[in-house]
C-alpha cells in the first residue's frame, strides 16, 4: 500500500509543465508500506519512521476528508476550488488506484502532525536498518532456503563502479527441492559440494545459532555481506559474514565433492586479493588506471619503432602507444 501526496502551486505547475522537459522539481510526499508493517513516509526534508496504526490512522482521514476523487492527472488550471495552491492524493491499495482532491493547507497540516510523531531516519544507515528489519526463526523446525556469503553491490551500481562484470566472489548454500548444494569461493575459484540431506538438522541448528546475532542491513558498497533466505515467504535475515563464510566451509567439509572451475577475470584486469573492501579498492584502481590511460593515452612510439602498431593481448584493439587505448592494458 502507498499514498503519494502531490502538493504544488498551480500557476508555477503550468508555467514549469509548458517549459522543454517538464516540471523539474515537485513538492510531493509519499506514505509507504515498506515490508509488512513497515511503514515509511518520505517528503522534501528526509524520511520518517511510521507507527503502523498511526499510518493507517492518517490513510482513514485523508480518504475520509476528501473533496472529491479525482481522474488521477494534476489539474492543469490557474485556480482550483477558488485557490492557487491544491494537493491531490493516490491511494492504491490490493492492486487498485483512487485519486482524491484534499484541502492542501489541511493536509499540510496533518503531514506536518504525522511527522512530528514518527522518527526521523537521519542518514542513509538508519534507512536501510529500518526498512529491513531482521525477522525472528520460528519455534522449532523451519524451511531453510539458502546462505549466501558475497560483497554488496546494488544492482543500480555499474559495473565499473563496484568491480569488473559484477563478480560478488559469492558463495552460498541452495536448497533447490531437495537437491542440496554448496558453493565454496576462493580467489578465482569456486569448488561445488553435494550436501547429504541427513546433514540438514545439524545445519539447521547452527544456522540458529548463526541468527541469534544477526547483522545490520546496511553495508556499505565492497564490504561482504551475508544473509539465509527461509520460510514459504523466503524472508531474510542478515548475519556475520565472517561467521557465515566459516559455516558455509564447514558443510562443504562434511558434503561430497562435485566440481571445481576457474572464474575468469575480465580481459586486460589483473587479479586483485579476494579480501572485500581491499579487493574492492584494488579493481577500483584499476579502472581508474585505464580511464587514465584512455583520457591522456601515452605518446606514440617513434615510427622507427613500431610502423604498424602493436596488437593489445587483453582485448584486441591495435595500438600505437605504450599503453592499448582500448582497455589500458601496458604493450607486451
Not at 536498518?129 to 543500480?156: R, T, V
Not at 542440496?180 to 541427513?198: A, F, H, L, M, N
Not at 587479479?271 to 579498492?281: Q, R
Request: aromatic share 10%; with cysteine.
Amino acid at each position: 500500500m502507498h499514498i503519494y501526496i502531490a502538493y504544488r502551486n498551480l500557476e508555477e505547475y503550468l508555467f514549469e509543465h509548458s517549459k522543454c522537459g517538464g516540471v523539474p522539481v515537485n513538492n510531493d510526499y509519499r506514505l509507504t508500506t515498506v515490508k509488512d508493517d513497515v511503514y515509511l513516509l518520505t517528503s522534501s526534508d528526509g524520511n520518517y519512521a511510521v507507527a503502523k496504526q498511526r499510518a493507517e490512522r492518517f490513510v482513514d482521514e485523508v480518504i475520509s476528508g476528501s473533496t472529491e476523487k479525482h481522474p488521477g492527472s494534476f489539474p492543469m488550471i490557474r485556480e482550483h476550488n477558488g485557490k492557487k495552491t491544491a494537493a491531490v492524493v493516490e491511494v492504491s491499495r490490493d492492486g487498485e488506484r483512487v485519486y482524491y482532491d484534499f484541502d492542501d493547507e489541511l493536509l499540510l497540516k496533518m503531514l506536518d502532525s504525522l511527522k512530528a510523531e514518527s522518527e526521523k531516519l537521519t542518514d542513509k544507515r538508519a534507512l536501510i536498518n529500518y526498512c529491513y528489519p531482521n525477522p525472528s526463526l520460528p519455534e522449532g523446525d523451519f524451511d531453510l532456503k539458502s546462505i549466501y556469503h558475497q560483497i554488496y553491490a546494488p544492482d543500480n551500481t555499474p559495473p565499473s563502479v563496484i568491480m569488473p562484470e559484477r563478480d560478488r566472489k559469492t558463495s552460498s548454500f541452495i536448497d533447490l527441492n531437495g537437491s542440496i548444494t554448496v558453493e565454496v569461493r576462493e580467489g578465482q575459484t569456486k569448488t561445488t559440494y553435494d550436501v547429504p540431506s541427513e546433514l540438514l538438522p545439524e545445519i539447521k541448528n547452527r544456522v540458529r545459532e548463526l541468527c541469534r546475532e544477526p547483522a545490520e542491513a546496511y553495508v556499505e558498497v565492497g564490504n561482504w555481506e551475508a544473509f539465509i533466505y527461509f520460510g514459504d515467504d523466503s524472508e531474510r535475515i542478515f548475519t556475520d559474514p565472517d561467521n557465515t563464510l566459516a559455516l558455509l566451509k564447514e558443510i562443504a567439509a562434511k558434503s561430497v565433492f562435485k566440481g571445481k572451475k576457474d572464474i575468469p577475470l575480465p580481459q586486460g584486469i589483473a587479479a586483485a586479493p579476494n579480501n572485500g573492501l581491499n579487493g574492492f579498492m584494488g579493481f577500483q584502481s584499476m579502472f581508474q588506471q585505464a580511464a587514465a590511460a584512455k583520457v591522456n593515452p601515452a605518446p606514440s612510439q617513434p615510427a622507427s619503432a613500431s610502423v604498424d602498431g602493436w596488437m593489445c593481448s587483453a582485448c584486441g584493439a591495435k595500438n600505437k602507444g605504450k599503453f592499448c587505448m582500448e582497455c589500458g592494458s601496458p604493450r607486451k
